[in-house]
């Protein structure tokens, strides 16, 4: 039997629109609209399997239907740009996936879909008519079933004769007569005033049709209904006949034109390519036909015994982990391809080769890797050291490409154009079923990865030197993940006793404070459910209700954080929770991922996650240890040197960014401030209440140093007023006057908002970009975001670049050196190492003296640095 599909395209890219986020690719085009209607249009493919498709569009704003009323969707609003940007690009879906699609001037889609239905219904087809618009439920018959989307675009409802008897308790035909008396303020047909849909389907079920209504009005119960029905006799036949759907459109297709069958796979990827639908490429890559078709035949060599040809250099290595954490994780295999040949080397092959650990560890043996950090961590836990690496495909990528979420090499190799190779899902399979493959499989697929590496290399170097990002590249994140990839392998001691004493310690004050909360309360309750916990403090103890949710009343630490007056139970509870997650994240979470054998901590740090450049760190975060509640800092007690008698060393930068952005708006005032080592919010607040130094008062330091982090992090009213607790009022007054306190500081905001529009993107001073396409939106929103974006990526993006620097000098530092000192962790501003005791004075000199000297501003860069038997300790 013949199977015939019908879009409703408008209606679908509108629900795929706003279901979804709006997304765009790395030019800036909209995407979100485009990507949803094609994960509907595939899970029609896929599930219906039609014999036939066609996809109609409304042709303009004027149809037919406007003869009859003018305001006819007169209440609709305008569609969004960005919205509408993205119809040309559903066409050319459609005609990649060789499907048919059809609009037609002074008629909808609807009249073009129930043409097309009528017609197919008269052969004995089976029709589906896919839309979000009930309007179309009137085509349903044996042979016509319409699927309406319900929330978001996947999740669908099938309609037959059935349930729309269940839902509605009318036949199909009716549907249209219920418009008629209820109307339709989407489509703006005004129906009979005060008729709903309940009034509507009980006089349907008493009397068929709208025209019977209108003749038997006296038969209607209630006086105001019947008055309202012969009041508005001729709006309400209007109204059905806006609301029946026209099925004699005029067109010259036939059904057979709609055949849907063979498409261009390699046109509808590059589609997805272009759009960067990262998913649908890999869905497409993992089939059969899709990688034979894209996957070119490559030779290569097994090698069982490891001899100097198969090391030649330059060379790009991959050294293959599968487990994302990947520290002491088993090595799959490693693959090298060079000028003289590729070559997939089993791991025991590898790694009982003296050959082979003498080439990786020979700094003159040049070596290009995806991830460079990764392969000194995973060699180093087999004491193997890499060195030489030249190459960072991972980092290139990411400096070229910062706003990507991915730097999988199937994306880079996609992106860049290199030569196909599958995603490592399609060899390795995903979740549970991750595994490693066949030998043959295993070694095919690192040895194309290696290629794609290799052939990448130089055209990579270019774009990076087009962008004068090449030194920024080769001089800082290329050392840098050596660097890291050595703190990684060393990691950081950790007094599990101490921390266990501690979760003890948290665990008997949380006994104490459920045991006031209770007798606060005058009853017993699960304090972590937000349940019971809304049902005591809104109905037992009678607070105001500040916000609801769907499952009851809200008990979110801002809601908690308004009623800190109103009873002295919420003190409690808050200091609960603060010590709640305290033991569970941070004492629990600690002890779970410290290393049995080393009893050491082996965070991983992302090099190539934030847009900025920051670093961060997992498994486990250690950025995100609580320091401001006391007890949050008194974790930093179990981070130990790994040596007896050795000292924690920690140095920090000083108000970074505000020295930067002091440098880069060469603002005298705040230049003249750092450089005579003044409290610079003090200062602020002299500069902006116009008071001596001696009349600061604590409120008003306060309120500068909020504002000057404000203009850090992106201001605005709302912000400030929301951290001083004022009104947005006064916090605007606030930032006018602190702007022109500061006018080279209000100058730089404009300026490189300006620069940014023009260039679409912005820089550090080291020349990392952020590209910022929402700055030419026209969603308020989203440009209001990337204007503070543009504000505060160079000013923490230079701070985070002159962080790294430190880094890599300080290793460079301490090897020239020879000292025994270690760099073990970054965080934030802060850089963490372990000391002997007899290197402890010369540290304390040569940490501040390569932090203060990593690059020159215009203002002096400062560290506080100090010792001690612990992290704690040491601040």
């Keep these: 039997m013949k199977k015939l599909i019908l879009i409703d395209g408008n209606s679908i890219a509108y629900r795929a629109f706003f279901a979804l986020p709006l997304l765009n690719n790395d030019k800036g085009v909209y995407t979100n609209a485009v990507y949803g209607f094609t994960t509907m249009l595939l899970k029609i493919i896929q599930e219906e399997k039609p014999t036939h498709m066609l996809v109609a569009f409304d042709a303009g704003k004027t149809t037919f239907r406007h003869k009859t009323y003018e305001e006819y969707k007169g209440g609709r609003q305008k569609t969004p740009p960005e919205l509408s940007e993205q119809f040309p690009l559903i066409r050319e879906l459609l005609d990649a996936f060789n499907i048919k699609r059809f609009e037609l001037d002074n008629y909808e889609a609807d009249d073009i879909i129930g043409t097309l239905s009528k017609e197919a219904e008269k052969e004995k087809w089976e029709v589906k008519v896919v839309s979000g618009d009930k309007d179309l439920l009137q085509l349903v018959s044996d042979y016509v079933t319409v699927v309406l989307?319900?929330?978001?675009?996947?999740?669908?409802?099938?309609?037959?004769?059935?349930?729309?008897?269940?839902?509605?308790?009318?036949?199909?035909?009716?549907?249209?007569?219920?418009?008629?008396?209820?109307?339709?303020?989407?489509?703006?047909?005004?129906?009979?005033?005060?008729?709903?849909?309940?009034?509507?389907?009980?006089?349907?079920?008493?009397?068929?049709?709208?025209?019977?209504?209108?003749?038997?009005?006296?038969?209607?119960?209630?006086?105001?209904?019947?008055?309202?029905?012969?009041?508005?006799?001729?709006?309400?036949?209007?109204?059905?006949e806006l609301a029946t759907i026209f099925t004699e459109v005029p067109y010259n297709l036939t059904l057979d034109e709609l055949k849907f069958g063979e498409y261009?796979?390699?046109?509808?990827?590059?589609?997805?390519?272009?759009?960067?639908?990262?998913?649908?490429?890999?869905?497409?890559?993992?089939?059969?036909?899709?990688?034979?078709?894209?996957?070119?035949?490559?030779?290569?060599?097994v090698v069982e015994e490891v001899k100097e040809e198969h090391l030649a250099t330059p060379a790009a290595m991959?050294?293959?982990?599968?487990?994302e954490n990947y520290h002491q994780a088993d090595i799959a295999g490693f693959a090298l391809v060079h000028e003289k040949g590729r070559?997939?080397?089993?791991?025991?092959?590898?790694?009982?080769?003296?050959?082979?650990?003498?080439?990786?560890?020979?700094?003159?043996?040049?070596?290009?890797?995806?991830?460079?950090?990764?392969?000194?961590?995973?060699?180093?836990?087999?004491?193997?050291?890499?060195?030489?690496?030249?190459?960072?495909?991972?980092?290139?990528?990411?400096?070229?490409?910062?706003?990507?979420?991915?730097?999988?090499?199937?994306?880079?190799?996609?992106?860049?154009?290199?030569?196909?190779?599958?995603?490592?899902?399609?060899?390795?399979?995903?979740?549970?079923?991750?595994?490693?493959?066949?030998?043959?499989?295993?070694?095919?697929?690192?040895?194309?990865?290696?290629?794609?590496?290799?052939?990448?290399?130089?055209?990579?170097?270019?774009?990076?030197?087009?962008?004068?990002?090449?030194?920024?590249?080769?001089?800082?994140?290329?050392?840098?993940?050596?660097?890291?990839?050595?703190?990684?392998?060393?990691?950081?001691?950790?007094?599990?006793?101490?921390l266990k004493a501690m979760g003890e310690d948290l665990a008997s004050r949380l006994a104490e404070l459920e045991k006031h909360i209770h007798e606060h309360a005058g009853v017993s309750f699960n304090i972590n459910s937000p349940k019971q916990l809304g049902e005591v403090l809104f109905e037992k103890l009678g607070l105001p209700v500040i916000k609801k949710t769907k499952t009851g009343y809200s008990t979110s630490a801002d809601v908690l954080e308004k009623l800190a007056e109103d009873h002295e139970i919420i003190r409690h509870i808050l200091h609960y929770r603060q010590l709640g997650k305290l033991n569970s994240t941070y004492i629990e979470g600690l002890v779970k991922v410290t290393h049995k054998g080393t009893s050491k901590i082996h965070t991983r740090f992302n090099q190539?996650?934030?847009?900025?450049?920051?670093?961060?760190?997992?498994?486990?975060?250690?950025?995100?240890?609580p320091i401001r509640l006391e007890e949050g800092r008194k974790i930093r007690k179990a981070f130990i040197p790994s040596e007896e008698g050795w000292k924690i060393l920690a140095a920090d930068y000083s108000q970074i960014?505000?020295?930067?952005?002091?440098?880069?708006?060469?603002?005298?005032?705040?230049i003249t401030a750092f450089k005579e080592d003044m409290d610079v919010h003090t200062k602020t607040a002299m500069d902006v209440f116009h008071v001596s130094e001696e009349d600061v008062t604590s409120m008003m330091r306060r309120s500068a140093k909020a504002v000057n982090f404000g203009i850090v992090y992106g201001i605005s009213d709302y912000g400030l007023s929301q951290s001083l607790g004022i009104t947005r009022k006064e916090a605007a007054k606030f930032i006018e006057r602190y702007l022109a306190s500061y006018p080279n500081v209000a100058e730089y905001m404009e300026r490189i908002i300006e620069e940014a529009r023009e260039n679409g993107y912005v820089s550090t001073l080291l020349n990392r970009r952020r590209y910022l396409p929402e700055l030419t939106s026209r969603n308020f929103n989203q440009r209001s975001f990337a204007e503070r974006t543009a504000m505060n990526t160079p000013i923490q993006g230079t701070a985070a670049d002159i962080i790294k620097k430190a880094m890599v000098e300080m290793a460079l530092r301490l090897e020239e050196a020879n000292l025994k000192s270690r760099l073990l962790l970054q965080v934030h501003d802060e850089l963490i190492f372990e000391v002997p005791p007899e290197e402890v004075d010369e540290m304390m000199k040569i940490v501040p003296e390569v932090m203060e000297n990593a690059v020159e501003l215009a203002v002096p860069l400062k560290v506080d640095i100090s010792a001690g038997d612990t992290w704690y300790d040491a601040k």
Excluded: C
Excluded at 218 to 233: H, R
Excluded at 277 to 301: H, P
Excluded at 609 to 622: A, H, I, K, Y
């Design 318 to 323: 991959v050294v293959e982990v599968l487990d």
């Design 608 to 625: 190539a996650l934030t847009q900025t450049g920051r670093l961060s760190s997992t498994d486990p975060n250690l950025q995100n240890i």
């Design 149 to 240: 989307t319900k929330k978001g675009i996947t999740n669908v409802e099938s309609y037959d004769e059935a349930l729309i008897d269940e839902k509605y308790g009318i036949k199909p035909h009716q549907i249209i007569d219920m418009k008629g008396l209820m109307g339709d303020s989407s489509d703006n047909i005004p129906g009979v005033p005060g008729v709903g849909e309940k009034t509507a389907l009980k006089l349907l079920k008493q009397f068929g049709t709208i025209e019977n209504v209108l003749d038997s009005v006296d038969d209607v119960s209630g006086k105001k209904l019947k008055e309202k029905l012969s009041e508005n006799k001729e709006q309400a036949l209007m109204s059905k």
């Design 657 to 670: 960014e505000l020295r930067v952005l002091a440098h880069i708006a060469q603002d005298e005032k705040l």
């Design 264 to 301: 261009d796979e390699e046109k509808v990827v590059s589609l997805f390519k272009e759009l960067e639908f990262k998913s649908l490429v890999d869905q497409f890559d993992t089939g059969v036909s899709a990688a034979e078709k894209e996957l070119e035949e490559l030779s290569f060599d």
């Design 343 to 498: 070559y997939f080397i089993p791991t025991e092959t590898a790694l009982r080769s003296d050959l082979f650990v003498e080439w990786a560890k020979d700094e003159t043996k040049k070596k290009w890797l995806l991830d460079a950090k990764r392969g000194v961590v995973v060699l180093g836990w087999k004491d193997v050291l890499l060195d030489g690496v030249d190459f960072d495909l991972l980092m290139a990528s990411y400096l070229l490409d910062p706003s990507h979420s991915s730097h999988d090499l199937s994306d880079i190799a996609t992106r860049k154009g290199a030569k196909s190779i599958q995603a490592d899902e399609a060899v390795y399979g995903k979740g549970a079923k991750r595994k490693v493959p066949e030998t043959d499989v295993l070694a095919e697929h690192l040895v194309r990865k290696a290629n794609v590496i290799y052939e990448l290399k130089e055209r990579m170097e270019e774009e990076l030197k087009k962008n004068e990002q090449f030194e920024l590249f080769k001089d800082l994140e290329m050392p840098l993940s050596v660097v890291l990839g050595r703190m990684e392998t060393e990691g950081v001691k950790v007094d599990i006793d101490q």
